[in-house]
T-cell receptor, first 116, second 109 residues
Framework: KAGVTQTPRYLIKTRGQQVTLSCSPISGHRSVSWYQQTPGQGLQFLFEYFSETQRNKGNFPGRFSGRQFSNSRSEMNVSTLELGDSALYLC???????????????FGAGSRLTVL | GQNIDQPTEMTATEGAIVQINCTYQTSGFNGLFWYQQHAGEAPTFLSYNVLDGLEEKGRFSSFLSRSKGYSYLLLKELQMKDSASYLCAASGGYQKVTFGTGTKLQVIP
């Protein structure tokens, strides 16, 4: 079956703009998590959605937001972009059939954002 | 909060054994993941430990001690393709998985 699909793969924006990234999880996976990866900080948890509800949120400013649709696809948005937002944004999905939270994450290839 | 520590870099010789350690401090701990990430690629799942002890999966084994907040990943019979970053991650409920910064392993001939 198809893996986790993220679009776009690469994008360049300028400071002050906003960006929307998309993630299509593996079919049947109901949980979608978003991570920011930078060389110095590693993988930083942004937020996690399950059945269109945000269940967990990391320590990022309000400029970072997300949502999940009824088909489990998810989007994340970053407004008023800053240079420090340049990073690889990874989406991961998991089955989480029981809603218990302890499932293996399958990652997409990521969206590499460059802010100039 | 959650805090995970692992060495930044390690070097080992092809055919040898290497142990990558990870210590964690976390609230609401469920279990400990290990992921492998090759340069330019997405992380891929290696192991998940919930109970104390050693879990073996081919050349890779993972150990967990919940009382000590300690885990390690053991790689045997190292191959050049094992050169990658290895990410330790703690699961704290509802998919809040917190990752360490990763250990970059270089396998040399």
């Amino acid at each position: 079956k198809a893996g986790v699909t993220q679009t776009p793969r690469y994008l360049i924006k300028t400071r002050g703009q906003q960006v929307t990234l998309s993630c299509s999880p593996i079919s049947g996976h109901r949980s979608v998590s978003w991570y920011q990866q930078t060389p110095g900080q590693g993988l930083q948890f942004l937020f996690e959605y399950f059945s269109e509800t945000q269940r967990n949120k990391g320590n990022f400013p309000g400029r970072f937001s997300g949502r999940q649709f009824s088909n489990s696809r998810s989007e994340m948005n970053v407004s008023t972009l800053e240079l420090g937002d340049s990073a690889l944004y990874l989406c991961a999905s998991s089955l989480d059939a029981l809603g218990s939270g302890a499932n293996v994450l399958t990652f997409g290839a990521g969206s590499r954002l460059t802010v100039l | 909060g959650q805090n995970i520590d692992q060495p930044t870099e390690m070097t080992a010789t092809e055919g040898a054994i290497v142990q990558i350690n990870c210590t964690y401090q976390t609230s609401g701990f469920n279990g400990l993941f290990w992921y492998q990430q090759h340069a330019g690629e997405a992380p891929t799942f290696l192991s998940y430990n919930v109970l104390d002890g050693l879990e073996e999966k081919g050349r890779f084994s993972s150990f967990l001690s919940r009382s000590k907040g300690y885990s390690y990943l053991l790689l045997k019979e190292l191959q050049m393709k094992d050169s990658a970053s290895y990410l330790c991650a703690a699961s704290g409920g509802y998919q809040k998985v917190t990752f360490g910064t990763g250990t970059k392993l270089q396998v040399i001939p």
